[in-house]
């Protein structure tokens, strides 16, 4: 039970938030069943949670209830405001930029899925949409979940290879693709990729048709019989379209988790539980007021895409900002602009942005207005109080609360932050758990031994010990998987994979993954705890920790940085720095600087290659299709060579 007295840090949050919280813990079962009146049902659940956590385990929430989830999107809001901006889109290119109301958003949708209908797709059928940042990936999200067919949103910067094996995987029936892709100065040939990919997919390919979306308009092969022009199928159809009406637990996507750590898990989240949570998280943690527009930055491709650039504003009636382009191009201070032209008002990215903004002068940011901001949000990765703290003044202006979020593909929205206007923001931390969220933290132990709940202040492995409605249903096609990686390791509890730390007042941080954390000499360091202190020196713009084989200490700890100015950058002052901020133990064996780590899609610093290079296991590398830039990690084992 958490009170007031033995959470300090509730007592400075606000009260209502308190009360949720109070709330949520002494009968969650009512106040999950409240949280479902966010949504219109075609028949409303009689109770919130039947999820057990042990035997084969089984998560389910609303179970008796009925919805379609682009209803709640879109048509409910056909009657209250047909007319408000549902999508604000701006493209790279200057003049590119389209709005789309309610009215017009749900037509699109329809049609699409009248169009999705005719070629044979029927509810509970994979689709799989490979799309850049247009408007047509939310249109497609959305058409899918109208005639209950289940997305599977990949992301367009994949290999063949990597496309392949999540059609394989997910057995997609269609794909919706796009002609070429602008991504800066570079052109994505989209659809010849997917050529290859369904020719690699060989005998198992399930794909009997592929919807080609003219972004650029360039001229692309089309395989008569398979392929057809996106924008002439959908003008045969009406944009009126009956909805699928689906069981709460029936699947709304499929999504494969980032694969920071090995291979891509098939996350799979239901309709009613995901949706009352991108609800619910959306309105409590950026404080969403009608008339925001809110811009989180990630590709749809990625579980914060799908949870924060469409499901929680739209079904919340709000109005989302989609941008095509990079942050820098064609010129620093791009994405600034986007804000200052559309007046938005949240802004939620990631810390890798924030790193690569630090980067650039500082009279980039300042000379641009952002007055319209009210709202800052990071998820991803840890952020490092300096970089917290430069967001917080340079880009909030000393005025927006900053919430970092801690959350996963699996969590399906976020679970632990510093709720804006509810929760004081600590730069570095993650902030609270959202009401309703019991996080639990556990003492690592052998195998089979006792594992203690670690109370108050301290440190460990970061579970959940009681389901949430966001929470996925399992991993797809493989329930055994499920189990063993979440439920086995805390029997009883959810386990993130993650490692954190509790201070006296209730905040958390998160110290990185577990399977990251090093053991020199008995001591065991979290990789953010090292990167954290490294990131105090201004003249390294992001590192890397990593532990290696040492035959002494058990492990050596390798560390790689980027530094502001290419190929300069004293070595021993990075060592000093970390021996002088978190011990001499943990003065790095080694250190590399590099000009860039490799990074998944979503922005994270892939660490399990890292090990790999620095400790020259080159020969099995692992899958490297999640990598936003595959080329890259041949020029990092260059510059590693020649630094041994
Ligand atoms: P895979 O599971 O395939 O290895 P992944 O874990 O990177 O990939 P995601 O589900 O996209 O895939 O990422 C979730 C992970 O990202 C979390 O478990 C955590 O390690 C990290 N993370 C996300 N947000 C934060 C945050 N705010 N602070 C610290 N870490 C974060
Ligand atoms: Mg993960």
């Known amino acids: 039970m958490v009170d007031e007295a033995a959470n300090p840090a509730l007592g400075a949050v606000s009260d209502q938030y308190v009360q949720n919280v109070l709330e949520a813990e002494r009968d969650p079962e009512a106040f999950w069943l409240a949280q479902a009146r966010r949504l219109v049902w075609h028949s409303e659940p009689s109770h919130a949670s039947r999820s057990d956590f042990t035997g084969d385990v089984r998560i389910a929430w609303y179970e008796d209830g009925r919805l379609n989830v682009a209803e709640n999107c879109l048509d409910r809001y056909l009657l209250t405001q047909p007319d408000k901006a549902a999508v604000i ?76 094996e999540r059609l394989r995987d997910s057995q997609a029936v269609l794909v919706i693709t796009a002609d070429v892709a602008r991504r800066g100065a570079k052109l ?24 080609v979306v003219a972004v650029t308009g360039a001229k692309v092969p089309m395989q008569a019989g398979r392929d057809l022009s996106y924008e002439a199928e959908v003008a045969l159809e009406m944009p009126d379209c009956p909805v699928e009406v689906m069981d709460a637990c029936d699947p709304l996507f499929l999504l494969y988790t980032s694969g920071s750590t090995g291979r891509p898990k098939g996350v799979v989240h239901g309709s009613g539980g995901y949706l009352v949570w991108a609800s619910f998280t959306h309105q409590t943690v950026f404080n969403s007021q009608p008339d925001d527009i809110f811009w989180c930055t990630a590709d749809t491709s990625w579980i914060t895409g799908h949870t924060y650039v469409v499901y929680g504003p739209l079904v919340n009636g709000g109005t989302i900002m989609i941008y095509e382009g990079l942050p820098s191009w064609p010129a620093p201070g791009r994405w600034w602009d986007v804000i200052d032209r559309n007046g938005v008002t949240v802004f939620y990215t990631s810390p890798t942005v924030i790193r690569a903004a630090m980067r650039e002068d500082d009279h980039v940011v300042e000379s641009r207005s ?52 509810k929760v004081p923001g600590r730069p570095g931390a993650a902030g609270l758990p959202l009401p309703g969220v019991q996080v639990e933290l556990l003492t690592p132990a052998g195998a089979g031994q006792e594992q203690p709940v670690v109370e108050g202040a301290g440190e460990g492995l970061l579970c959940l010990s009681s389901s949430w409605p966001g929470q996925a249903m399992t991993l797809w096609q493989d329930h055994e998987r499920f189990r063993q990686t979440y439920f086995t390791t805390c029997p009883g509890r959810y386990f993130s994979g993650d490692g954190a730390r509790r201070e006296a007042d209730g905040y958390i941080w998160i110290t990185g993954r577990v399977d990251d954390v090093v053991n020199v000499s008995g001591h065991r360091i979290g990789t953010a705890e090292i990167e954290d202190a490294i990131a105090t020196d201004h003249e390294v713009v992001e590192s890397a920790a990593v532990g290696i084989p040492h035959d002494l200490k058990g492990q050596g700890l390798v560390v790689y940085v980027v530094p502001r100015e290419e190929g300069v950058l004293d070595t021993a002052r990075v ?30 610093i892939v660490r399990r290659l890292l090990r790999k290079i620095a400790a020259g296991e080159l020969e099995n590398l692992g899958d490297l299709s999640t990598l936003s830039d595959p080329d890259c990690v041949q020029a990092l084992i260059r510059q590693v060579a020649e630094q041994q």
Request: glycine share 10%; proline share 4%; net charge positive.
């Open 188 to 211: 994505i040939p989209s659809k010849t990729t997917m050529d290859e990919a369904l020719d690699a997919c060989g005998p198992e390919c399930a794909v009997r048709k592929v919807l």
């Open 370 to 421: 952002l007055a319209s901001l009210r709202v800052l949000g990071t998820v991803g990765e840890p952020i490092s109080p300096e970089a917290w703290q430069w967001f917080h003044d340079k880009v909030g202006r000393n005025c927006c609360p900053v919430a970092d979020t801690w959350w996963q593909t699996e969590t399906g929205g976020v679970m632990i932050t510093a709720s804006a206007g």
């Open 89 to 164: 889109w701006e493209g790279q290119e200057d003049g590119h930029r389209t709005v789309l109301t309610y009215r017009e958003l749900h037509a699109r949708v329809c049609r699409l899925a009248n169009t999705l209908r005719r070629l044979g797709v029927s509810k509970g059928d994979r689709v799989a949409i490979h799309l850049p940042m247009v408007v047509e990936g939310v249109v497609a999200m959305l058409a899918c979940a109208r005639i209950g067919a289940i997305h599977v949103v990949l992301f367009g910067g994949f290999s063949a290879e990597g496309l392949a």
């Open 575 to 604: 060592r000093k720095v970390v021996a002088d901020s978190v011990g001499r133990y943990a003065a790095p064996e080694k250190v590399y600087v590099v000009r860039d780590l490799p990074k998944t899609r979503s922005g994270k």
